[in-house]
């Protein structure tokens, strides 16, 4: 059964910092991670999506890295702003009927 | 715009009173699917289905039914609700494919409380 897990649980940083989540797995056989923000009373923001195939994914300030062999994934957030201030959810396709295995993610604050 | 919505957004009912939670996408997506969030367990999969008329079970369907008779639509029904069916609830809708490259669209969510 697939495992997610991501560390930390929270995070607090001040602006302008870089920063970097970390999501891990179980399984191996996966067919993709997908980056997800979740801010309070809202849904589920994709943020960006990782083949099995791909080493890596970047939008704007963000880049996403998968390491299937180890079981590892990592959102790297360049300059962060208070405007990032959200929970940060990996999860993980094993392509079983399309279910996404989730973490429980990090949250995450940007002070001024 | 593309977008996955949910209706209602919040619910406060009694155990027992049948409830349906509404999911309609306009994306043409065939597979849609139902997530619970509890604090701790983060989403678990309730239903999903991969088409019309083609529905299966998650990894806890339990107390929950679900219909899928036309595309957009995806229905969630709580025939008799029970307090620890007191969640946050999501839809979620994806193109249908196994290449690996199909990001799933999440609606804003539906609070259920049920006492």
């Known amino acids: 059964k697939q495992e997610v897990t991501q560390i930390p649980a929270a995070l607090s940083v001040p602006e302008g910092e870089n920063l970097v989540l970390n999501c891990s797995f179980t399984?191996?056989?996966?067919?993709?991670l997908q980056w997800f923000r979740q801010d309070p009373g809202k849904g589920l923001t994709s943020l960006l999506l990782i083949q099995s195939s791909q080493r890596e994914q970047t939008s704007g300030r963000l880049n996403a890295s998968l390491d299937k062999s180890s079981g590892r994934s990592t959102l790297y957030i360049a300059a962060s702003q208070p405007g990032d201030s959200a929970t940060y959810l990996c999860?993980?396709?094993?392509?079983?009927?399309?279910?996404?295995?989730f973490g429980t993610g990090t949250r995450l604050q940007v002070t001024l | 715009e593309a977008q996955v919505t949910q209706n209602p957004r919040y619910l406060i009912t009694v155990t027992g009173k049948k409830l349906t939670v509404t999911c309609s996408q306009n994306m043409n997506h065939e597979y849609m699917s139902w997530y619970r969030q509890d604090p701790g367990l983060g989403l678990r999969q309730i239903y999903y289905?991969?088409?019309?008329?083609?529905?299966d079970k998650g990894d806890v369907p339990e107390g929950y039914k679900v219909s899928r008779k036309e595309k957009r639509n995806f229905p969630l029904i709580l025939e008799s609700p029970s307090p620890n069916q007191t969640s946050l609830y999501f839809c979620?809708?994806?193109?249908?494919?196994?290449?690996?490259?199909?990001?799933?669209?999440f609606g804003d969510g539906t609070r259920l409380s049920i006492l």
């Open positions: 399984d191996s056989a996966i067919y993709n």
């Open positions: 979620a809708s994806s193109p249908w494919g196994m290449d690996g490259n199909q990001p799933q669209h």
């Open positions: 999860a993980v396709n094993t392509g079983t009927a399309s279910k996404l295995t």
């Open positions: 289905s991969m088409n019309v008329e083609v529905t």
